[in-house]
């Protein structure tokens, strides 16, 4: 495994906006962004090492504890799009991660999606610590991934500037 290299950031997932993802705004609605980022993370987790073959080998899994979307360009039906994952950090239990999604042909910035997931024993259904295998090939990606930098978009919060609403 140590021999294996490393992609930083992650980049295999791709989809297209699909027509029932589209809206009245005649563009992607807002909660499929969401699902093709949770597309994305499946793909992302594959890679770590803790997606669905992982889960019927452990009975592990994770859960989302977090997550902050930025909308930032549009997509319409039918655009392809390119997520690309990032692992930003990680503990026992938890992992730090940012997507961005991109469109596949012009190449500009849609959206971005900032998560934390936990790991879980799906026999509990509460939190457990990662295998040490995992957190080693975890480690190892975060260092990878650690030469891209911090997203600008990580630990925004929502509000207005003025810090006041309807003024």
Same mark, same amino acid.
């Given at each position: 495994?140590?021999?294996i290299a490393?992609p930083?950031?992650?980049d295999?997932?791709?989809t297209?906006?699909?027509?029932?993802?589209?809206?009245?705004?005649?563009?992607?609605?807002v909660?499929?962004?969401? =699902?093709?980022?949770?597309?994305g993370?499946d793909?992302?987790w594959?890679?770590?090492?803790?997606?669905?073959?992982?889960?019927?080998?452990?009975?592990?899994?994770?859960f989302?504890?977090?997550a902050?979307?930025?909308?930032?360009?549009e997509v319409?039906?039918?655009d392809p799009l390119r997520?690309t994952?990032? =692992?930003?950090?990680?503990?026992?239990?938890r992992i730090?991660?940012?997507h961005?999604?991109?469109?596949?042909?012009?190449?500009?910035? $849609?959206?971005?999606?900032e998560?934390?997931? =936990?790991h879980?024993s799906?026999?509990?259904?509460?939190g457990?610590?990662?295998?040490?295998?995992?957190?080693d090939?975890?480690a190892?990606?975060? $260092?990878?991934h650690?030469a891209l930098?911090?997203p600008?978009?990580?630990?925004r919060?929502?509000?207005l500037r003025?810090?006041r609403?309807?003024?």
């Amino acid at each position: 495994m140590h021999d294996i290299a490393i992609p930083a950031p992650f980049d295999q997932f791709r989809t297209e906006v699909r027509p029932e993802w589209i809206d009245y705004n005649g563009h992607m609605n807002v909660a499929y962004y969401v =699902l093709a980022f949770d597309h994305g993370t499946d793909a992302f987790w594959t890679h770590l090492g803790i997606g669905e073959e992982y889960l019927r080998r452990t009975n592990g899994s994770t859960f989302a504890l977090e997550a902050h979307v930025t909308y930032q360009g549009e997509v319409k039906r039918g655009d392809p799009l390119r997520i690309t994952s990032q =692992l930003i950090d990680f503990d026992a239990k938890r992992i730090h991660f940012f997507h961005r999604m991109y469109h596949a042909a012009e190449g500009y910035l $849609a959206a971005t999606m900032e998560c934390v997931s =936990l790991h879980v024993s799906l026999e509990t259904r509460r939190g457990a610590p990662f295998p040490q295998d995992r957190l080693d090939w975890l480690a190892r990606v975060k $260092a990878a991934h650690d030469a891209l930098g911090r997203p600008p978009e990580i630990g925004r919060s929502v509000g207005l500037r003025s810090g006041r609403i309807g003024g």
